[in-house]
Antibody, heavy 118, light 110 residues
Framework: EVQLVQSGAEVKKPGESLKISCKGS????????IGWVRQMPGKGLEWMGI????????RYSPSFQGQVTISADKSISTAYLQWSSLKASDTAMYYC???????????WGQGTLVTVSS | QSALTQPASVSGSPGQSITISCTGT?????????VSWYQQHPGKAPKLMIY???NRPSGVSNRFSGSKSGNTASLTISGLQAEDEADYYC??????????FGGGTKLTVL
């Protein structure tokens, strides 16, 4: 069974750094892209970017390029999304999603709620 | 990359059929048969309902169907049931080798 298990909710202050995780199991982690999707409170889904754990090839939406960093550690089947300096506007639910190639996201993690507040 | 355009809301009575549209450009929806649809209930993660325009994953009811014409894709739900009430999102592969979502449509079952 394909599973993506994300790290727990985070509460941070503006300016702090953060790295959240997504651990894949039940499939060959290095053979599928893993992407990240943002959902701000009461809003829709926004595709942020994607990584291929097999070779760490990474792509970003223009809206998120330079704002976040996506990485992966294939030795532990885990993908990451990180911020170097959080803003209040980063408050959102973040989902990781396996991408079945060009068809796009198929399996999703349960989400990680990130709250940034002073 | 602009979000794909979906109606903000649609509604229907139990047993009826509804259709949700998803309009993009020739650089996304119109250029590839890689349109997917997702259902999201409040407080839950999205669930894949349709992939590659019209294919249903195993376990998804055949009441859900997808199609595409030009730059517009559509999701049709027939025989509406109360449990279908949720938010629905389309997504498409793009010419930039990225993906883009629609703004989402809230389905209300009257």
């Amino acid at each position: 069974e394909v599973q993506l298990v994300q790290s727990g909710a985070e509460v941070k202050k503006p300016g702090e750094s953060l790295k959240i995780s997504c651990k894949g199991s039940g499939y060959s982690f290095t053979s599928y892209w893993i992407g990240w999707v943002r959902q701000m409170p009461g809003k829709g889904l926004e595709w942020m970017g994607i990584i291929y754990p097999g070779d760490s090839d990474t792509r970003y939406s223009p809206s998120f390029q330079g704002q976040v960093t996506i990485s992966a550690d294939k030795s532990i089947s885990t993908a990451y999304l990180q911020w170097s300096s959080l803003k209040a506007s980063d408050t959102a639910m973040y989902y990781c999603a396996r991408h079945a190639g060009t068809p796009g996201p198929d399996y999703w993690g349960q989400g990680t709620l990130v709250t940034v507040s002073s | 990359q602009s979000a794909l355009t979906q109606p903000a809301s649609v509604s229907g009575s139990p047993g009826q059929s509804i259709t949700i549209s998803c309009t993009g450009t020739s650089s996304d929806v119109g250029g590839y048969n890689y349109v997917s649809w997702y259902q999201q209930h409040p407080g839950k993660a999205p669930k894949l309902m349709i992939y590659e325009v019209s294919n249903r994953p195993s376990g998804v009811s055949n009441r859900f169907s997808g199609s595409k014409s030009g730059n517009t894709a559509s999701l049709t739900i027939s025989g509406l049931q109360a449990e279908d009430e949720a938010d629905y999102y389309c997504s498409s592969y793009t010419s930039s080798s990225t993906w883009v979502f629609g703004g989402g449509t809230k389905l209300t079952v009257l």
